[in-house]
Every structure is written in C-alpha cells, then in structure tokens.
C-alpha cells in the first residue's frame, strides 16, 4: 500500500493547523461538555487536542453534538459491512484529497478486509477492475454521486441488488458525513498524526 510522508512531498504544507490551539480550560462551558463526551470514546493527545474534525466541531458545541452521534452511527450501526463502509470513506477521502482522512480509513479499510490492490487502486484514481462485485458496486456508486451529483440507473440497480434501500440510504449517509469531515479537515488545514502527506498542497 502507498504511504507518502512529508519528507517525501516536500511541496506539502505546514504540519501546523489553521485552527487555535485550545486547552480545554480556555473553552466555554458548552464547549467543555462535547470535549468530555467527546474524550470518553477519544483519548486527548498529550496537547489537550483530538485531532481529525473533532477540535474544530467543538468551537460549535450543538453541531459537535449532533456530528459525533452520526459519526457513531456510521463507525458500529449501519447495515453494511465495516469494509464496506471504510471503502466508501476513502473513495470520499480521494475525492477530496482529504489527507486525515484517507491515512486514518486507509489504514482501517486494510483491517476490515479491503485488498491493498483496491485502497491503492483508489488512491490513483482507478477503478479497481478485478475486484469482488461488492466493492466494484460500493466504487462506482460513491464516486459517480461525487462526480456527477447523481446515479445512472444500472449503478443504482446493482447496488440495491446487493446492499438493498436501507444499504443504500446508509452509503449516501457515509458519503455526506465524510464529506463535512473532509470539508472540515481541508479548511482548517488538520494534519495527519503519522505526518504523512497523501495530498500536497502549495505553500
């Protein structure tokens, strides 16, 4: 599986996030109780700080309430299996060139059973041709509604064969909720634990 780290892309951006750096004593009292909701399922890092969308949702505690509990239901509720679901979170982190997020789900759709030849097949744009009819499914459904804003009917068709209407309630529900995470960790410029840097950026 391709790993790139920013020593190897020396064109990435600063490991340093956009967002302010707060302890949790400098936040509100609302924002005080989504950081210890937050902190009974994620342990803080030895800054105080979380990582991933979770810092930046917390300056808006209602939405960092609301957005956990999804994120929840995504991670151990829906009716696909887990592969499954981490594969339609990195064709969304591709789509995004969301760095977090496809270091974080690449890793864990190799641990849910996605073939290393599929996550890299993904990272370079390509469909994954000789894969299992699941995953072939999941790919082109997630990424044509990215693309296109829309699914042709035959794609439509072959995944509610194998995923059926609450299957594929719940990929588009995966799908949109990785793209706020991508949309967060892309704006405030979050940087990947690991330093790697799958997506540069220009300075």
């Known amino acids: 599986m391709q790993h790139y780290t920013e020593r190897e892309c020396t064109d990435g951006k600063s490991d340093m996030s956009r967002l302010s750096s707060k ?5 509100n009292e609302l924002q005080q109780a989504q950081y ?20 930046p949702w917390i300056r808006s505690p209602e939405l ?3 957005a956990y509990g999804f ?6 509720r ?8 981490e594969l339609a979170i990195i064709v969304t982190a591709r789509y995004w060139r969301s760095n977090v997020e496809w270091v974080a789900h690449a890793a864990a759709a190799k641990k849910y059973g996605i073939p290393d030849d ?3 097949a993904v990272f370079a744009g390509e469909r994954p041709a000789d894969a299992a009819q699941e995953i072939l499914a999941t790919y082109d459904f997630c990424l044509v509604l990215h693309e296109t804003k829309d699914v042709p009917l035959a794609v439509y068709e072959r995944a509610r064969a194998l995923f059926g209407e609450q299957g594929i309630v719940e990929m588009i529900a995966t799908i949109g909720y990785y793209t706020l995470v991508s949309m967060t960790l892309n704006t405030f410029e979050i940087p990947t634990a690991t330093g790697e840097v799958p997506f540069p950026r220009p300075a």
Not at 36 to 55: L, N, S, V, W
Not at 71 to 76: D, L, P, Q, R, V
Not at 78 to 85: A, H, Q
């Open 118 to 120: 599929v996550i890299d």
């Open 78 to 85: 829906t009716s696909l299996d887990r592969g499954i679901v």
């Open 23 to 27: 302890a949790r004593d400098e936040l």
């Open 36 to 55: 210890d909701r937050i902190a009974q399922g994620r342990e803080p890092r030895a800054d105080g700080q979380f990582g991933g969308p979770f810092d």
């Open 71 to 76: 994120g929840g239901f995504i991670w151990e």
């Open 64 to 66: 960092a309430r609301r």
